[in-house]
Every structure is written in structure tokens, then in C-alpha cells.
């Protein structure tokens, strides 16, 4: 079974400042990692995954998220905020080798920009 | 590539009707997914269909609880006899099958309302 934690159900930080959300997960085998987004009434868009290969990883809109095996971690940063990254983030995990592509989803961080 | 799309965007139901939601998969993925999102959680998996067959279902699904995807195409999910607990957004999400890397596709969600 795998499970997803994401510390923090909210942060706040200023625009211009570093965006770190926090996920780690729990797989019994090595897993395929997820960041989703989430706007106001809208489904969830991918933001970047990792399956095989480098470890950091680069998503769009300026994001990118670090697999640490050891750690079991794989943190969402940001360099910069922009107003329009708030919004609300989910973590996902996948086991590599299971059938079916489905999800486990942690509970979200929700991210609020202040000017 | 039109997306995922769902209908309706939002319902409000009395308690004890039947309602159904529809999915609209992007064209060539053959997985579909259905998903339960309350306020402020993270997505929670229901079922998921290859083809016309739905291979995995949640304990989340109770018995009042359908899906179908009769011809591998388009997908619903009716829920008979609602309850106010059934109130949440129901994403539904579409895959190509593969290594199991492949990203889930959401559509914009169903906002059921039980009153």
C-alpha cells in the first residue's frame, strides 16, 4: 500500500519569494511521484512527475521537484512566486510496477500569494 | 486533444434522488478514472475502467454507486438514492495504458450538492 503526506495544509509567502511544498510518501516499491495543480473550480493539471532517471525534475510554469530516495521525499519548489501560482497543490503516487495507472493523492497544500 | 470533459459542471440534488454524471475521455486514452474530491481533501480513487471493463473498484464506492462505460468511450457514474455525505466534486480522469508513467488527464469536474 502507499500513502502520501503532505506537510502544511496552507502557506502563505510573499510574491517574489522561494515556494517550497513538502511531500513524502510511503511505497512499498519504488514509485512514480506526481505534482499536480489545482485552480478554483477546475480539475487538476500536471505540473511535472518523475519515473526513472534524474532525480530533479522540471515542470512548467517555473517548477521543478527533487526525488530523494532516502529521504523519501519529493519537495515542489519554485524560486519565485507569482501571483498566479495561488492555487492548491497535490502530491500523487503511483507504484512503478502495479497494473493500472491509478493515483494515491496526498491532502493538498494550499498556497496564497501576498504582494 | 480536447481534454477531458464533464457534465454536468455542477448539480444540486434533494437527498434520496438518483443522479448520473457523464465523462467524456480524451479519444485515445483507453483507462478512465473517477475520483471523489471533498473540501479541502485530496482526491480519493473510486474505479477505474480499461476499455469497457472496469477493473478496479474503491470500499469508497458503495452499492449505490455505478459506472459504466458501455463502449470504451464516454463514462457514467450514477448515484442512487443520495445522501448529504455524497455532496463533493467528482473528477474524472483519463490515461493512455503503458509503462504505468503515463499521466492521469482530469476533466473540470461534476459539483454535486445534496440539500
Known amino acids: 500500500a502507499q500513502s502520501v503526506t503532505q506537510l502544511g495544509s496552507h502557506v502563505s509567502v510573499s510574491e517574489g519569494a522561494l515556494v517550497l511544498l513538502r511531500c513524502n510518501y510511503s511505497s512499498s516499491v519504488p514509485p512514480y511521484l506526481f505534482w499536480y495543480v489545482q485552480y478554483p473550480n477546475q480539475g487538476l493539471q500536471l505540473l511535472l512527475k518523475?519515473?526513472?532517471?534524474?532525480?530533479l525534475v522540471k515542470g512548467i510554469n517555473g517548477f521543478e521537484a527533487e526525488f530523494k530516495k532516502s529521504e523519501t521525499s519529493f519537495h515542489l519548489t519554485k524560486p519565485s512566486a507569482h501571483m498566479s501560482d495561488a492555487a492548491e497543490y497535490f502530491c500523487?503516487?503511483?507504484?512503478?510496477?502495479?497494473?493500472?495507472?491509478?493515483?494515491?493523492f496526498g491532502g493538498g497544500t494550499r498556497v496564497l500569494v501576498k504582494p | 486533444d480536447t481534454g477531458v470533459s464533464q457534465n454536468p459542471r455542477h448539480k444540486i440534488t434533494k437527498r434520496g434522488q438518483n443522479v448520473t454524471f457523464r465523462c467524456d475521455p480524451i479519444s485515445e486514452h483507453n483507462r478512465l478514472y473517477w475520483y471523489r474530491q471533498t473540501l479541502g481533501q485530496g482526491p480519493e480513487f473510486l474505479t477505474y475502467?480499461?476499455?469497457?471493463?472496469?477493473?478496479?473498484k474503491s470500499r469508497l464506492l458503495s452499492d449505490r454507486f455505478s459506472a459504466e462505460r458501455p463502449k470504451g468511450s464516454f463514462s457514467t457514474l450514477e448515484i442512487q438514492r443520495t445522501e448529504q455525505g455524497d455532496s463533493a466534486m467528482y473528477l474524472c480522469?483519463?490515461?493512455?495504458?503503458?509503462?504505468?508513467?503515463?499521466?492521469?488527464?482530469f476533466g473540470n469536474g461534476t459539483r454535486l450538492t445534496v440539500t
Open positions: 475502467f480499461q476499455n469497457e471493463a472496469q477493473l478496479e
Open positions: 500523487a503516487v503511483r507504484p512503478a510496477k502495479a497494473a493500472g495507472n491509478k493515483l494515491t
Open positions: 480522469a483519463s490515461s493512455l495504458t503503458g509503462t504505468g508513467n503515463s499521466p492521469l488527464h
Open positions: 518523475y519515473t526513472t532517471g534524474a532525480t
